[in-house]
């Protein structure tokens, strides 16, 4: 039997002492972090760049040529900016030589304690639950639409092609227990290069088929027209004028919370190795290739899917059969999504997974179950370590999480209201209350101003952006006819 120190968040460490100088430890004694900008930037940009890009030509077509790009380009200069902030936190008081908060609810202990404290854990893990339980309904739409386009390959666009999600959502789970088992965060690097590779391959088709689309529109005889216009969908020709502004407020939302990784920020964080660079800096750098990485990729499948199908553009033109054809190429731009959620599914399960063990550990640190580390041999791969702990618990959130995703299959919805929820405490309140206790900034200094009416324009955004979700949740819950294939 043997004790592994790596695997709890928030464990203590007698044996190593500050300043070992042991070369398999950092100076916290925990397991030598090996991480850079590059692996950071790849978690980043797997956290960021959900299949919900596919769904930004909707976003520009409710917004139009104006402000949909304007919007995209606000929020993504929003989120680096206070990703930096956010970043300079990770150790207390002093960025560089600090103390080290390996969780985002530390760090908010670190600088502003309270109640704030308890608002965060649930801002953050409430957040990071739903996103784990929309990812399994995503993942089994991609799943489910590679075998409707070959249905529709087959017999014709205008057959059903009806199909369960429910045996891809229980494919999906199978797959995460067996991933869940990967320690922590510092084991996942492979993963998340792989996700943000699957991530470029189906945004880079959604983009070369809706050009090839809007190209062949162009060429074809008789002019067949796209409709687009500067201000969106159009009151009394394609929606009435209540629904502009709740798709108006549900685009804002949708193009605001596909920026926000702050949930996982710090997690990722104290994946890197001590400088130099310092952490903070490889952090911003790591923020900068992925937020300017994902802002690229967001303006092109936004901008280009609303030019190619205008204002009826669809909420996914991958899985809702924006594409007919080539149906190989649709079949497998839906496997890269589907594995790409994979990995994104393990980015935002570890700080749960992490969370709930540290606790475990602190509270019984003697009891075997919950801290012994068991090393099993597996042929040709060599030894893996079990606890039984980790088996137990994370199973059994896997296993939830699909049975709830199968119970409520509208569940994305819900999903967005849970996102506006979450947005502003964790992308913009925390980030700057701390950086001004941090930089001690002056009450009423032209900085705290500015610094204060961000943090409120953006919670007017959250505002408008959970009642946009509410009323899609109540339209929904209206269309939602139980026991039907999608």
């Not at 529709?152 to 995460?176: D, E, L, R």
């Not at 790409?340 to 599914?345: C, D, F, K, P, S």
């Not at 819900?414 to 309140?429: D, H, K, M, R």
């Amino acid at each position: 039997m043997e004790k592994k120190k790596s695997m709890f968040v928030e464990q203590s460490f007698p044996e190593h002492e500050i300043g070992d100088t042991n070369k398999n430890f950092d100076e916290d004694g925990r397991d030598k972090r090996t991480g850079t900008w590059m692996t950071g930037s790849a978690h980043i940009i797997t956290a960021v760049i959900g299949s919900g890009v596919l769904s930004l030509a909707w976003a520009i077509a409710q917004l139009g040529w104006v402000a949909g790009p304007a919007v995209l380009m606000a929020f993504s200069f929003i989120t680096y900016f206070t990703s930096t902030m956010l970043a300079d936190c990770y150790r207390s008081p002093d960025p560089v030589t600090g103390k080290r908060n390996y969780t985002y609810m530390e760090v908010v202990r670190s600088y502003l304690g309270g109640r704030k404290v308890q608002l965060c854990g649930l801002a953050q893990y409430g957040n990071l639950i739903g996103i784990t339980i929309g990812y399994t309904i995503t993942a089994s739409i991609s799943m489910v639409a590679v075998k409707r386009s070959n249905c529709f390959h087959k017999n014709g666009h205008n057959v059903k092609c009806a199909t369960s999600n429910t045996p891809f959502m229980i494919i999906f789970a199978i797959i995460q227990i067996i991933l869940s088992q990967i320690p922590n965060f510092h084991n996942l690097s492979w993963l998340s290069i792989l996700a943000a590779v699957m991530s470029f391959c189906y945004a880079s088709i959604g983009v070369g088929l809706s050009i090839a689309k809007a190209a062949e529109r162009t060429n074809k005889a008789g002019g067949e027209h796209v409709r687009t216009t500067l201000t969106g969908v159009t009151v009394g020709i394609d929606v009435s004028g209540a629904e502009k502004i709740w798709r108006t407020f549900q685009a804002i939302g949708d193009i605001a919370f596909a920026y926000a990784y702050s949930t996982v920020l710090i997690e990722i964080q104290d994946t890197l190795k001590a400088g130099p660079p310092s952490e903070n800096k490889a952090m911003k750098r790591a923020s900068l290739v992925g937020v300017s990485t994902t802002t690229f990729f967001y303006m092109l499948c936004g901008c280009v899917g609303y030019a190619a199908f205008g204002n009826d553009a669809p909420g996914n033109f991958l899985t809702g059969f924006g594409f007919y054809e080539p149906f190989w190429l649709i079949d497998f731009a839906n496997v890269c999504i589907a594995v790409h959620l994979i990995g994104a599914y393990q980015v935002f399960c570890q700080p749960i997974f992490q969370f709930v063990e540290s606790q475990s550990a602190k509270r019984w640190p003697d009891n075997k179950f919950i801290t012994g580390e068991y090393k099993i041999h597996v042929p040709c791969c060599g030894d893996f370590s079990i606890n039984f702990l980790r088996l137990v618990w994370r199973t059994s959130y896997v296993v939830v999480t699909a049975v709830v995703a199968m119970i409520f299959p509208f569940f994305n919805d819900f999903l967005g209201l849970i996102g506006a929820a979450s947005f502003w405490p964790l992308t913009v309140y925390f980030p700057i209350e701390m950086h001004i206790a941090q930089k001690k900034i002056p009450k009423f200094s032209f900085t705290w101003t500015w610094l204060k009416i961000l943090s409120w324009t953006c919670f007017i955004v959250s505002l408008v952006a959970a009642a946009g979700s509410v009323q899609g949740l109540i339209q929904s819950l209206k269309d939602f006819k139980p026991f039907q294939a999608p």
